[in-house]
């Protein structure tokens, strides 16, 4: 099985925000230890690095990219997820481009925090605590 990161999980972990820090943690963990694939759309790197720059230093951002680089499948973004993302009726066009690149690598959810912004996608999303508590899913 395999599955999408949302950006927002992975900020909960490198930034440790609370109340979210725990679960998210929990996410990476259960797929670092096998329970299931983690995917992690190329774009959402980009972002990451200038965020925690901002917030942190450079050195903190390098170190996460590393991390995140060495564990998870990052996602290749092309002219067609993003022309599929924009036929999407999705509000948001980053989520969009989530949602696309989640179908087009194979990915039976996108793990958010923010399962409304993903109602239209063609992958369903699940909250971390529902990840967890999955069936399918081998805990951390």
């Known amino acids: ?59 903190v951002a390098n170190e996460f990219i590393d991390w995140l680089l060495a564990r998870f499948r990052i996602i290749g973004e092309d002219h067609g997820i993003f022309v599929r993302a924009r036929s999407l009726k999705m509000k948001d066009f980053e989520d969009a481009v989530v949602a696309s690149a989640a179908e087009n690598a194979g990915c039976q959810w996108v793990i958010t925090r923010n399962p409304k912004d993903f109602l239209a996608s063609p992958v369903p999303p699940l909250m971390p605590e529902e990840f967890l508590a999955h069936p399918d899913v081998t805990g951390p």
């Open 1 to 59: 099985m395999k599955v999408m990161l949302d950006i927002n999980v992975l900020l909960d972990v490198a930034q440790g925000r609370e109340p979210f820090y725990p679960s998210s943690a929990d996410v990476l963990s259960t797929l670092l230890r096998g329970g299931a694939s983690g995917c992690i759309p190329g774009h959402a790197l980009t972002t990451l690095h200038y965020l925690l720059s901002r917030e942190n230093s450079a050195e």
